[in-house]
Structures are given as structure tokens and as C-alpha cells.
């Protein structure tokens, strides 16, 4: 097993743990656990995970090199790559900005943080990256969302020591890409597992308000160009997205 890999029993949130102890741990090496007390999403949801089902991971970057805005690609990425590694006979998708799916199920899901010193540098960000391995369909029952998992999609377990291992080697593999290639080496295969182009989309913003548009590109700076029902043309940075059945 790797000695990159910090494996704790029970935490509050990876995520939490990681931004409070980055000092001390190593560069490039991820916190991973089975349980998590107060795991957190997007948007400020609880990310809710029985005990021992799933992997529930941060990954640490100290003194980034590149634009943190583009993290989440590193994440989603990787994320993608893991899944389709443990179960390549299932179709996994990137919906923007962060989530991975199967069909029209969530099965990841990535949300990322950073620490900044008083004058303004960036420490440290990380990459939170929640796996949905091996929950029964009884549990994924309580979730708020449709969502799905490994085991609910294959009938079979997950060895989840062994799925962080290749999580972190793809985590690594695209921390190298965007480090090294640059951002637009990350961008082209990022924007190709997206599947939003072409379609129409229900969008609920920041401010709560939703509505229905269609999506005609996603730029390199991660936004959305899209069209309404108005025809106004406009960007789009961020939101909750979903598929709408209005063509």
C-alpha cells in the first residue's frame, strides 16, 4: 500500500482535516477514510455516507503552480478514470461542474478548498473526492438526489484500499498534466467528458433562480455559454444543473 495514503478511522470531513493539518502531511498525498461525521458538498450540502461503504478522500497540493479555479478538473478527472478502471463496463460521465454520473444518477462527487496566507498566497488547496462504492439501494434510498454506486450498479463489492490507490495515481496523473502541459492540455479532455454541450439544461443559480437553457459551449475558463429562452447569449460560472425535459 502506499505511504502516500493517510488513512484514519473516523474524521469530522477529509477535507476539514486536510486544510487544518497540511503543514505536516506530505505534498501530493491524500487523507482517506471510510467514515465521515460531517462530510461536505457543493453548495454547502452534507455529503452522507454510511460507514464503510465508501471512499471519502481529500487530496493535497501545497503551492500550487497553476490556476486553483481549474482544481476541480484535476478531481473530476481522476474520478472519472478511478470509476471507469473498477467498473469499465459502466457508462460514467462528467456533469459540470464537479459530479460524476451514470446515466442520470450521481455516483461522485469533487469539491475543492484552499488555504491562503495573510498576504494573499495560495498554501495549499485540495481536492475533495467523494466515491459512491459499494452502498446498498436501501441507503442510496435516503439520499435527496437520485443517486447511485458501484455495488447498486454491478451486484458486487468494491475493495476500497485498493480503489484509493488508483484514485491517487490518477490524481497524480493529471496534477502532472496541468503542472507540466499547461491548463489547455487538461481543458480539451476535461470539456470532452462533459456531456451538457447540445443539450437543454435547468439551471438553478447562486441567487436560487432557475430556468431553462440551452448549452453551446464550455469555455477554458469552466463556464457555461449558453442560450434562453429569450435568445440572449450569455456566461454562466457556476450553479446547480440538471437536465430539462423541455426541448
Not at 461536505?40 to 500550487?64: D, F
Not at 485540495?126 to 443517486?147: F, T, W
Not at 507540466?180 to 443559480?205: H, M, P, Q, R, V
Not at 432557475?210 to 469555455?219: A, F, G, P, T
Amino acid at each position: 500500500m502506499s505511504n502516500n495514503i493517510c488513512w484514519l478511522d473516523e474524521i469530522d470531513s477529509t477535507n476539514k482535516y486536510a486544510l487544518r493539518n497540511f503543514k505536516t502531511l506530505k505534498n501530493k498525498s491524500l487523507v482517506a477514510t471510510k467514515k465521515q461525521t460531517k462530510g461536505a458538498g457543493r453548495l454547502g450540502r452534507m455529503w452522507i455516507s454510511p460507514q464503510g461503504v465508501n471512499l471519502c478522500s481529500t487530496y493535497i497540493i501545497k503551492e500550487p503552480t497553476f490556476n486553483i479555479l481549474k482544481t476541480s478538473w484535476i478531481g473530476g478527472l481522476a474520478a472519472l478514470n478511478t470509476l471507469r478502471k473498477i467498473a469499465p463496463d459502466l457508462s460514467f460521465w462528467l456533469k459540470w461542474p464537479n459530479d460524476i454520473y451514470v446515466e442520470k444518477k450521481k455516483i461522485a462527487g469533487v469539491l475543492c478548498e484552499s488555504v491562503i496566507s495573510s498576504s494573499g498566497k495560495i498554501d495549499c488547496v485540495v481536492i475533495g473526492i467523494g466515491l459512491n462504492l459499494n452502498m446498498s439501494k436501501e441507503q442510496l434510498l435516503n439520499l435527496d438526489k437520485p443517486a447511485t454506486s458501484v455495488l447498486a450498479e454491478k451486484n458486487s463489492k468494491i475493495n476500497i484500499k485498493n480503489t484509493a490507490e488508483i484514485l491517487l495515481n490518477n490524481l497524480n496523473k493529471f496534477e502532472k498534466m496541468i503542472s507540466t502541459e499547461g491548463e489547455n492540455a487538461i481543458y480539451k479532455i476535461w470539456k470532452s467528458e462533459n456531456k451538457l454541450i447540445g443539450k437543454n439544461i435547468n439551471i438553478i443559480s447562486n441567487n436560487n433562480k432557475q430556468e431553462e437553457v440551452k448549452v453551446l459551449d464550455i469555455k477554458e475558463s469552466g463556464e457555461l455559454y449558453i442560450i434562453d429562452k429569450n435568445s440572449n447569449f450569455r456566461n454562466i460560472f457556476s450553479g446547480d444543473v440538471s437536465i430539462s425535459k423541455f426541448q
